[in-house]
């Protein structure tokens, strides 16, 4: 039995004797974060060395800090970065947890508390995590209506078990006059609840810096987009999906703008693409192992990354970060109906070229699941090979090697 096993094995034993599991959580990950600090895998490019580094740094300070706030992907964490607060989103734990062969035991303590079997595992995971004493409360819940339905359940069944305060951003599907204000309107009453509850006040000024910063990281964003359909960069699927702390609830900071430019560096200095290359649209499964070997640091396909980074890649006004943040939500392509999400994939798909689309569909994600047939029609319409695998992105326990590997070869040979 080696560390890693041997430290998952503790986790298990105190999640499932109700034991307080918190500190060796924590200090798993202080470990962790020193650890890629001072030994990165060679293997990496620089950029994703660093990478690595300030995801360990992000996800500490979100479990160990007394400023945490727990936020879904699309909150609006500028607003708590210029409050001074460590957001955490909850996918984010739900796969580090995952990594750490915990998920099984935190989803029966989900279900033991009247959670459905077909909730998305995501959420199930942290919300066992969040009632087996592994995760400290933080200071109050931030969420958004955006894109994902379970976040209402999730964070409503969070505050109403350990008693947090918890604001909630109900985002309008269509882009309008009205429709900015009401969401103006929501989001001063939460800076307002924020200072009031807290104690801390508002700074604008800091505000619309951070707001500058992120109009910077996603022009990078845009040009790494551009440069991907001709570069190759050795990656795996594993820190595609860590682009996602960067892409949305760490942009605006020091060191995401600092990693785009490292990325963008890094791609203007590598190989030019050859042979088959796959676009991800959703999710990625990090730990499946058909995908792992296929995908990771392959040598003969190349990754070209997954929409969800590339969602919003406009520039936002910097004189007034309250609606800047509110254009960004309200004009989101995952905002609203099918036809705008698909005209952002397209519009992805013709700058990437891929040569194959794949969808992973989450299990328990009525978004993914319910779309996919509309994204199988209007792709293939676009000549390239289409295809979704049912994948659990977090319960390893949920998916079949065999069926797995049967359908993913199968996707490949069509591939050109």
Known sequence: MNYMELYSKLLNKLIQNNKNGYWLLKSGILIGKNYVKYFPDKRLPRSFQYLHKIVFDWTYKGIASKSSVWVNLFAPSEILLAFGFNPIFVEAISAFLSGLDVEDELILKAESQGISESFCTFHKAFLGAAISNLLKKPKFLVATSNICDANLNTFRFLSETLKLPFFFLDVPSEDSKEAMQYLKAQLSSIINSIEKLTGRKRNLDYLAKIIKKENATRKLIKESLQLRSTKNIKTTLT????????????????????????????????????????????????????FKEYFNFSSRINVLGMDLNFD?????????????????????????????????????IEILKPDGVLQICQMGCKQSIGCSMLLKSNIETLGIPFTTIDVDCVNKKNNGKEQIRTRLEAFLERVK
């Not at 605006?252 to 890094?266: E, I, K, N, S, W």
């Not at 943040?325 to 992805?348: A, Q, S, V, W």
């Open 239 to 290: 820190f595609e999906m860590f682009m996602l702390y960067p892409s949305h609830v760490f942009c605006g900071t020091d060191p995401a703008l600092r990693f785009y430019q490292m990325f963008v560096d890094d791609l203007k200095n590598s190989e030019e693409r050859g042979g088959k290359s796959i676009f991800f649209i959703h999710t990625l499964p990090i730990f499946e192992e058909n």
């Open 312 to 348: 919003f890649l406009d520039e936002i006004n910097e004189q007034d970060p309250i609606e800047a943040i509110c254009e960004k939500l309200l004009k989101n392509p995952y905002n609203g109906d099918f036809k705008r999400r698909f005209e952002h994939i397209k519009t992805l």
